[in-house]
């Protein structure tokens, strides 16, 4: 029986995908072979990436002056990626500056990671509320190099409202949890980057959407794997590329376009969410600790007001084991800030999240 998987990442697939790559796995496209089998540098392969980019391309409204990269190492990675390629270093220069908005645990991270390339300038920060917000957007120096935020914020359950206007410094989004969720301006972004595993498929393939004057700036000492123009110029197979990622990514961006791309599942995101806030909204035993106008679409967390604590009691100890006899699971907060959360990617249909609220309605009930 498949579970309604709550998960911040790696989360649920959408059946269809892993029911098609299940038929598909031991001969693709009439190949003979497994994805996992043939290799990247074959006929074979060579259809299976372009049809995820094109589709990545034409999904997601990507202008023609933007590359897409297929990079392993996850998010964390593109925490010194970023740095590394744009941050402007020179031998025997002054370390350059850039802003970094510190909205959770993934963007204090990035900075501290930058933070060896660079001065991270932490220019505002939510930490003082527990980043149960999205602070007003600084202006960055003009000196930047770019300006790094994290879109949507997966631990805590924000989102920023709307984008920070950086005039000509590239502005730099982990659009990790939230890329495809909504339509987005790519424009608007001198570079976006997404570990796969939220809500594209996989663990192991990180999209990385850069514009192309940016490309080609990372100092000679870099290490290959870690530029981007050898990336862009190796059209991401430089090395071995993670080839069963992006052929799940591919199957992945086929399902959504047939169910009418991000317009079709910000509707259909919307709805879910507002459904789950409203249910928290009025109910007198759970509550979201998230500020109105940050919340998130994607992750939503939640607390008792019996225990309103920040670290996991024996009441959400007990609410996550009993949802999860539910078949409804994944619904432990994030380790460091405790409570519950529960995650809607695109692959959730809206009647996980209607379980989700029956199951709270009746412990609510059987603890009153
Ligand atoms: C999960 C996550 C990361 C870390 O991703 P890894 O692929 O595990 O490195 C970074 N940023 C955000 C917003 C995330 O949700």
Same mark, same amino acid.
């Given at each position: ?12 697939? /959408? ?11 031991? =001969? ?13 540098? +074959? ?10 980019? *094109? ?26 990626? %970023? ?24 963007? #204090? ?6 933070? #060896? ?10 930490? =003082? ?12 120096? /003009?000196? =930047?190099?770019? !300006? ?10 924000? #989102? ?18 939230? &890329?495809?969720?909504? /339509?987005?301006? &790519? ?8 570990? *796969?595993?939220?809500?594209?498929? /996989? ?7 850069? @514009?192309?004057?940016?490309?080609? @700036? ?8 870690? @530029?981007? =123009?050898? !990336? ?30 991000? %317009? ?19 109910? +007198? ?17 939640? %607390? ?7 670290? @996991? ?6 609410? %996550? ?48």
């Amino acid at each position: 029986m498949r579970v309604y998987n709550f998960a911040p990442g790696p989360s649920t697939l /959408p059946l269809p995908v892993l029911e098609r790559a299940a038929a598909e796995m031991t =001969d693709v496209n009439g190949t003979g072979q497994s994805v996992m089998e043939m290799s990247h540098r +074959s006929g074979a392969f060579k259809p299976i990436i372009e049809k995820a980019e *094109a589709l990545l391309r034409e999904l997601m409204g990507i202008p023609a002056n933007y590359r897409v990269l297929f990079v392993q190492g996850g998010g964390s990675l593109q925490f010194s990626m %970023v740095p590394l390629n744009l941050g402007g270093i020179e031998p025997g220069a002054p370390k350059k500056k850039a802003t970094y908005v510190e909205t959770g645990i993934w963007s #204090k991270k990035a900075a501290e990671e930058a933070s #060896k390339y660079l001065d991270a300038v932490t220019r505002a920060s939510s930490k =003082d509320r527990a980043y149960s917000y999205i602070p007003v957007a600084p202006a960055p120096a /003009p000196d =930047d190099a770019y !300006y790094h935020i994290t879109l949507n914020n997966t631990i805590v359950g924000t #989102k920023w409202p709307s984008l920070p206007e950086t005039g000509a410094i590239p502005l730099v989004a982990d659009i990790s949890s939230c &890329i495809l969720s909504e /339509p987005l301006d &790519i424009s608007r972004f001198g570079l976006v980057y997404a570990g *796969a595993q939220k809500n594209l498929g /996989p663990a192991g393939t990180t999209v990385v959407i850069v @514009r192309e004057d940016l490309i080609g @700036r990372a100092p000679s000492w870099t290490p290959a794997l870690l @530029r981007y =123009d050898i !990336y862009a110029a190796e059209g991401s197979m430089y090395n071995t590329p993670p080839c069963y990622g992006i052929y799940i990514i591919g199957l992945v961006l086929e399902w959504l376009k047939a169910l009418g791309g991000p %317009v079709a599942m910000a509707k259909l995101n919307h709805e879910k969410a507002d459904l789950f806030y409203a249910y928290l909204d009025n109910s +007198s035993f759970f509550r979201s600790p998230v500020e109105k106008s940050s919340r998130s679409l994607m992750n939503i967390p939640f %607390v008792s007001t019996i225990t309103d604590s920040g670290h @996991r009691g024996e009441l959400e100890t007990r609410f %996550v084991k009993e949802a999860e006899a539910q078949g409804l699971v994944n619904l432990a907060g994030h380790r460091l800030v405790g409570g519950m959360r529960a995650s809607f990617y695109n692959a959730m249909p809206i009647e996980g999240v209607k379980a989700l609220i029956a199951f709270m309605e009746k412990f609510e009930k059987s603890e009153k």
